[in-house]
């Protein structure tokens, strides 16, 4: 914990950040190079054919959909229990990108499912959660936007989140009855070849690479954003 | 029960948009009784718990405005039980007069009376987890002035499993399944609700109120 | 690296467009709302005195 409050001081943090940022972008280009250049290598899927290539960004961006509704989890629960200052800004910056990634999945998902299934969209069990999974995103953004009090919206997100964060599983869960229910198909079927294994771990890697990136460059500028704010109000006062 | 009987109006209001939503789904999809019969468990549910949401957002804005709400907090009650107290006159003011009606409204869509029968026991277990997850919705939003618009966005996922397990056990008996399995989940998705939510809404009263 | 997607290339094409797209959209939009914030900040601390 320690540890933890040590950089919770925003000087801290921005100092920390600003050292390791050019380190993790530069990771996140590498990671989408080699990836992309042996995802197109590789052979076409006997079963698939070439549309495995979408597994590539469809599977990634799944994953930092999930991901980033993790992190906002976390950082709520370090705001409600620890008060954790930066855990708040944290928490708010990281939503818009999960909205991001959960809308790619959806829309790479219905991409790879009209070549497999005839069309756009079947409600598979793992898209009709990503598409649950946007509309709380959605509402966390909403509610984040419609409370003045700054302290009070962040409060309230927090415990909307992790009130989210115990629904997933039973959301993932009820979906996953209900499509039984209708024998719908799962684009993504068990075992992968392990040819395709390679560019998938390096992409998702890079995928996870790209959203710290991206939720670091938004976490600095909220920080100074909120310093702009403090000065405004101390040269009106 | 002072509540309750405040509330008398919106059991009217979520009673009349129930039956409203069960008339106009076949207007627009047409009388072919075979594919209402098979739409009804969905439609009816849904209408359900959106006729349920309509008198959400009043539930602690009342006691909000007129300053109220901090000598509850304050009170020697605890809030949770009070927050317990509000799920409990919400549902007896909207979701156990919609469960009463469902049977009527399952006629106009030929449901069959065994899984009309089935509706009505679906809806008498599920509604208490809508009336208690929305009380969580309304208590983050009470603050707000048209905070009526976000809560629908905000619970509606959150309620997502009530509607598949409560639509799922009507449809599975139209398909010969017995509807045991989906009403177990769902009594244990309501239960859990019940016993939860009245921490999260007494939280975010508290947090509401505090300056 | 091979391109030819065959039939597929319909499907596949656009899904790395759109990620493409979304992505660089992304970065762009976080890096010039970091530049904003920057720029205003330094505005503002020329105009008050540094604690």
């Known amino acids: 914990m320690n540890v933890l409050f040590r950089y919770a001081n925003p000087h801290e943090f921005m100092r920390l950040s600003g050292a390791v940022l050019p380190f993790i972008a530069i990771s996140t280009a590498l990671c989408f190079a080699i990836g992309l250049y042996l ?33 906002i989890a976390v950082c709520s629960l370090l705001s409600l229990v620890w008060r954790h200052p930066l855990a708040d800004i944290a928490a708010r910056a990281a939503a818009p ?32 959660s990503f598409l649950l999974l946007l509309f709380l995103y959605l509402g966390y953004m909403a509610l984040w936007n419609a409370m003045e009090d700054e302290t009070r919206a962040a409060r309230a997100c927090s415990i909307l989140a992790l009130i989210g964060l115990a ?66 109000r101390e040269a009106a006062s | ?23 106009l789904v076949p207007l627009g999809v047409g009388a072919d009784l075979q594919l209402l019969a098979r739409m009804a468990s969905g439609v009816l549910w849904v209408a359900a ?34 927050a317990l107290a509000k799920i409990a006159a919400h549902w007896l003011s909207t979701g156990l007069p919609l469960t009463l009606l469902s049977p009527l409204l399952a006629l106009l869509f030929n449901l069959p009376g065994a899984a009309s029968a089935i509706l009505l026991v679906s809806l ?64 244990a998705f309501a239960v859990a609700a019940v016993l939860l939510s009245p921490f999260a809404a007494a939280a975010s009263v508290r947090l509401n109120l505090s300056s | 690296m091979n391109f030819d997607m065959g039939a597929y290339g319909a499907y596949i094409w656009p899904a790395y467009g759109i990620s493409a797209l979304a992505i660089l959209g992304a970065i762009a939009w976080a890096l010039a709302a970091w530049r904003r914030a920057k720029a205003k900040l330094a505005a503002l601390e020329k105009m008050t005195p540094i604690k």
């Open chain 2, 49 to 82: 718990v959106l006729a349920a949401l309509l008198s959400l957002d009043r539930l602690f804005q009342g006691d909000f405005e007129d300053g109220s709400l901090d000598m509850i907090a304050l009170a020697p009650l605890p809030l949770e039980l009070t």
């Open chain 2, 1 to 23: 029960m002072k509540l309750a009987a405040r509330s008398g109006g919106s059991a009217a209001l979520a009673l009349s948009f129930f039956a409203l939503v069960a008339t």
């Open chain 1, 167 to 232: 629904d997933i599983p039973i959301i993932k869960f009820s979906v996953d009855w209900w499509n039984t229910l209708h024998q719908g198909e799962s684009i993504m079927s068990g075992k992968i070849a392990t040819v395709y294994l390679a560019p998938l771990l390096i992409m998702m890697l890079g995928y996870a690479l790209l959203f710290l990136t991206l939720w670091m460059v938004r976490i600095r500028t909220a920080v100074l954003e909120r310093r702009a704010r403090t000065l405004m």
């Open chain 1, 97 to 128: 990108l999960g909205a991001l990634f959960t809308a790619l999945a959806i829309i790479t998902g219905a991409l790879w499912g009209k070549p497999m299934w005839g069309t756009y969209w079947v409600w598979d069990a793992r898209l009709t």
């Open chain 2, 124 to 187: 008498l277990i599920g509604t208490p987890a809508v009336s208690a997850i929305g009380a969580i919705g309304a208590s983050l939003t009470l603050s707000l002035k048209r905070g009526g618009l976000i809560l629908p966005l905000i619970i509606l996922p959150l309620l997502s499993p009530a509607v598949i397990f409560g639509a799922g056990a009507v449809s599975g008996v139209l398909d010969g399944t017995p509807a045991n399995g989906a009403l177990g989940l769902l009594a």
């Open chain 1, 39 to 71: 995802g197109f290598s590789v052979p076409p899927d006997y079963q698939q054919g070439t549309t495995v290539t979408l597994m590539f960004i469809h599977v990634p961006a799944d994953v930092v959909a999930e991901l980033a509704y993790g992190a």
